[in-house]
């Protein structure tokens, strides 16, 4: 099923980005990658009101076919891509599902990073008990040993730069995760790369 932004979050975005200059000339100057950093920057703060529900969060989960329960993350992902397609109608080559290890192993090889990641990529980790299950999130900057990131279904704040790596939480929070593609990491998510959306 391809990406498909629901009306409602059209609305929402375009609300939360209303008075932000940078999304405003990105729109303008069909500056793709970089409105969907912005789109994902001014959805911080959005809370579940039950586990993996909330109006916002269902909103999220209708661009790729999902309903109300079903974790997020990636969902939250694909919208804000969604949203950037739409404002810019420049297309995302980033496969259009709400399965993280889906979107990984089905997005083309072009499209993972093969150094460090710029503003703007996105990052899958794969649970390690569950492995067709994962996380994901957008990478805000990163220094080689860490990174910050938004990411969906997550808690605001979260930290595992001492290799702590979980995935837990009721909203769209700001995080600081450790990179560290070749060893093996405490927790229960293993990082397995960053992909490149647009």
């Given at each position: 099923m391809?990406?498909?932004?629901?009306?409602?979050?059209?609305a929402?975005?375009?609300g939360l980005?209303?008075?932000d200059?940078?999304?405003q000339?990105?729109i303008?100057?069909?500056?793709?990658r970089?409105?969907f950093?912005q789109?994902?920057?001014?959805c911080l703060g959005?809370?579940?009101?039950q586990?993996?529900?909330?109006?916002e969060?269902?909103l999220?989960?209708?661009t790729v076919?999902?309903g109300s329960g079903d974790?997020?993350?990636m969902?939250?992902m694909?919208?804000c891509?969604?949203?950037?397609?739409l404002?810019t109608?420049?297309?995302s080559?980033?496969?259009a599902s709400?399965?993280?290890?889906t979107?990984?192993?089905?997005t083309?090889?072009?499209?993972r990073v093969?150094n460090l990641?710029?503003?703007?990529?996105?990052?899958?980790w794969?649970?390690?008990?569950s492995?067709s299950h994962?996380?994901?999130?957008m990478?805000?900057?990163?220094?080689?040993?860490?990174?910050?990131a938004?990411?969906?279904?997550?808690?605001?704040?979260y930290?595992d730069?001492n290799g702590?790596?979980?995935?837990?939480?009721?909203g769209v929070?700001?995080?600081?995760?450790?990179?560290d593609?070749?060893n093996?990491q405490?927790?229960?998510?293993?990082?397995?790369?960053?992909?490149?959306?647009f």
């Amino acid at each position: 099923m391809p990406r498909k932004i629901h009306a409602d979050a059209v609305a929402l975005i375009d609300g939360l980005i209303a008075n932000d200059p940078l999304a405003q000339d990105s729109i303008r100057k069909k500056r793709v990658r970089q409105l969907f950093v912005q789109a994902t920057v001014a959805c911080l703060g959005i809370k579940e009101v039950q586990k993996n529900k909330g109006p916002e969060v269902e909103l999220f989960l209708k661009t790729v076919g999902l309903g109300s329960g079903d974790a997020w993350c990636m969902s939250f992902m694909q919208t804000c891509i969604a949203y950037a397609e739409l404002k810019t109608g420049l297309v995302s080559p980033l496969f259009a599902s709400g399965t993280c290890m889906t979107v990984w192993t089905k997005t083309p090889l072009t499209q993972r990073v093969q150094n460090l990641p710029l503003a703007g990529a996105i990052a899958i980790w794969q649970h390690l008990d569950s492995p067709s299950h994962g996380h994901t999130g957008m990478v805000l900057d990163c220094d080689g040993v860490s990174f910050h990131a938004i990411e969906g279904n997550t808690s605001e704040g979260y930290e595992d730069i001492n290799g702590e790596v979980g995935q837990t939480g009721d909203g769209v929070g700001f995080t600081h995760r450790r990179v560290d593609l070749f060893n093996p990491q405490k927790g229960d998510m293993q990082l397995r790369g960053f992909l490149k959306p647009f």
